[in-house]
């Protein structure tokens, strides 16, 4: 019997529902993910070494993800690929979904090519932080590392540490930070209590359908009540001192547009703080297969896609973050709609009705979170001339400026090989949508808004992994 094979790139809660429900329709399934095990950033596992007694410590819906991730990883039609990253994708015949080139780990890294009738990506997305003075010292984290040391490793980062940007991400990371060890000193929220108020309570009857995550909110809400850690609306680390690592920040009140209030600035004693300013989606492969993007300006741009999940692609898929930031539950229900049509599953299943309300209320509640914690227009006000914008190649602002200004720089690429930001290790992946963002305020706008997310490979590869035989994969 002929099945249809369906490549899933990503297992976070998006890429594991649409392997769970493109096997339930019928497909070969091949789950590709740089990960070792299952679960993304959401469900970050402990390395099998920990013999861990309580692996769901720090999980919310702990149970149903590991029944999951037991079903599809033991179906006898699913191929995982663990510690494998997709490098390129090409695509032969153009009515056809692209072939997915991977690369697994190791030095070299074994290279293979996976031939899909259906292609289903859902890389997710990576912190944003916004440059402040002092953030490339040892010590600074994004709020997304400091969880997954905590959550993946059991690490602490700090002894004392500060927890600041904008966006409910800040409480489930400040309570992971708890649980592993560190003293919080604070929880700083830049945007103000009104901005915050009219943003979660705006037509509040629509929270009922996101009682889940309601609850998560009271949960970590409570935590840090327990552990006496104040939650600071209105104010945001605007710079971070030290001597060869972060001893102290400045914390300052800021307005709705994120300009500082004067004279409002104060200094706190942390030996380590974790930001987080949102997330940027992951959208190279997306980009790189052609898929049409929605979204004028390089820090709000998306995937787009139809009701089926479906890229202007042929035979391409998105689901999770690359579509939206609507959180977990959301991306399950993509990843579920996606899956079943990538395999072929009927229109008319009944589930999909299921699924789909749970989408739409999860872009709903994804349209509420934007609403709460837009960032400010005036952040750039935080930066000097000498502040580093990217961390990798230490360029600074007055670089970036001085090229956004000069007629023989304009154009984006000419500028990148001229401050070199975005030419480090990371290739923008942190500071390319700011180094846009500042080109556009300062008068140099590009007009492609997805030029941040296009890169020919999407993950460095060796010339001699690249001379060497692919190997070819059945499903």
Request: charged content about 20%; aromatic content about 6%.
């Amino acid at each position: 019997m002929s099945r249809r094979h369906v490549v899933v790139v990503g297992a976070g809660p998006a890429g594991l529902a649409a392997a769970d429900a493109a096997l339930a329709a019928g497909a070969r399934v091949t789950l590709v993910d740089s990960a070792e095990r299952p679960g993304g950033q959401y469900h970050r596992m402990l390395p099998d070494a920990y013999e861990a007694a309580n692996p769901e410590v720090l999980h919310h819906g702990w149970a149903a993800f590991d029944r999951r991730v037991r079903r599809v990883l033991a179906h006898d039609r699913c191929t995982w690929l663990a510690g494998t990253s997709v490098w390129a994708l090409e695509r032969e015949d153009p009515a056809r979904a692209p072939l997915v080139h991977v690369l697994g780990e190791g030095s070299p890294g074994r290279r293979g090519v996976l031939t899909p009738d259906a292609l289903v990506l859902a890389p997710g997305a990576h912190d944003r932080v916004l440059p402040f003075p002092g953030w490339e010292l040892p010590g600074v984290f994004t709020a997304g590392a400091a969880q997954a040391l905590a959550k993946g490793e059991r690490v602490a980062v700090g002894e004392r540490v500060a927890v600041a940007g904008t966006g409910p991400f800040l409480l489930p990371v400040a309570v992971s930070l708890l649980e592993a060890g560190s003293q919080v000193a604070e929880v700083l929220e830049a945007a103000g209590g009104a901005r915050v108020t009219r943003g979660w309570l705006r037509r509040p009857w629509e929270l009922a359908a996101q009682a889940g995550k309601t609850g998560e909110l009271v949960s970590y809400t409570a935590a840090l009540a327990r552990a006496r850690v104040p939650y600071l609306l209105g104010r945001a680390v605007v710079e971070a001192r030290g001597d060869g690592r972060v001893e102290e920040i400045v914390s300052a009140r800021v307005r709705a547009d994120w300009s500082v209030v004067p004279g409002s600035e104060r200094v706190t004693a942390v030996d380590a703080v974790c930001v987080g300013h949102g997330f940027t989606p992951r959208l190279e492969l997306l980009v790189a297969a052609g898929c049409a993007v929605r979204g004028g300006t390089p820090d709000a741009v998306f995937v787009q896609v139809d009701d089926d999940q479906l890229t202007s692609s042929p035979g391409v898929y998105a689901a999770g973050e690359v579509t939206g930031i609507a959180g977990a539950p959301a991306s399950r229900a993509e990843g579920a709609v996606a899956g079943w049509h990538a395999a072929g599953g009927a229109p008319s299943a009944r589930p999909l009705t299921a699924l789909r309300r749970g989408r739409d209320q999860g872009r709903a509640f994804a349209g509420r979170l934007a609403a709460a914690h837009p960032i400010g227009r005036e952040w750039p006000g935080w930066l000097r001339d000498d502040t580093v914008v990217c961390r990798c190649e230490e360029s600074d602002y007055a670089s970036v400026r001085a090229a956004a200004g000069d007629p023989a720089t304009t154009e984006a690429r000419v500028a990148k090989l001229g401050t070199r930001a975005g030419l480090g290790p990371c290739q923008g992946r942190m500071c390319a949508v700011t180094v846009a963002e500042l080109r556009a305020r300062l008068g140099a706008p590009d007009a492609d808004a997805a030029a941040p997310h296009r890169r020919p490979l999407a993950e460095p590869v060796r010339l001699g992994e690249l001379a060497a035989p692919a190997r070819e994969y059945d499903g």
